[in-house]
Nanobody
Framework: QVQLVESGGGLVQPGGSLRLSCAAS????????MGWYRQAPGKQRELVAR??????NYADSVKGRFTISNDNAKNTVYLQMNSLKPEDTAVYYC?????????????????WGQGTQVTVSS
């Protein structure tokens, strides 16, 4: 079993910054990718940023403002969010694509965190 624990959400004024963290623990063989998604009220969940061993990708709406990074030794991914806008308000979910080599069936799976609220408002 794998657990993802997020932290760092909160209330911030427009133009402010927040840093989200997500730590993976449990039966981890290898982490193939980690990322952040968000879901605003009445909208579908969307990809914000994703990082693999060799690359990162971002939603167009956050390019130049958000930076995703990771610490492989800690199985942790971060999302530095700068120049926040009211339209960034959403629940942010951590996602991890993890292979558990001890599983004979379906060793590679997607896991989700519980979500952390980010509210950008004056």
């Amino acid at each position: 079993q794998v657990q993802l624990v997020e932290s760092g959400g909160g209330l911030v004024q427009p133009g402010g910054s927040l840093r989200l963290s997500c730590a993976a623990s449990g039966r981890i063989g290898s982490i193939n990718a980690m990322g952040w998604y968000r879901q605003a009220p009445g909208k579908q969940r969307e990809l914000v940023a994703r990082i693999t061993s060799g690359s990162t990708n971002y939603a167009d709406s956050v390019k130049g403002r958000f930076t995703i990074s990771n610490d492989n030794a800690k199985n942790t991914v971060y999302l530095q969010m700068n120049s926040l806008k009211p339209e960034d308000t959403a629940v942010y979910y951590c996602n991890a694509d993890i292979t558990d080599y001890s599983r004979l069936v379906n060793p590679r799976n997607d896991y989700w965190g519980q979500g952390t609220q980010v509210t950008v408002s004056s």
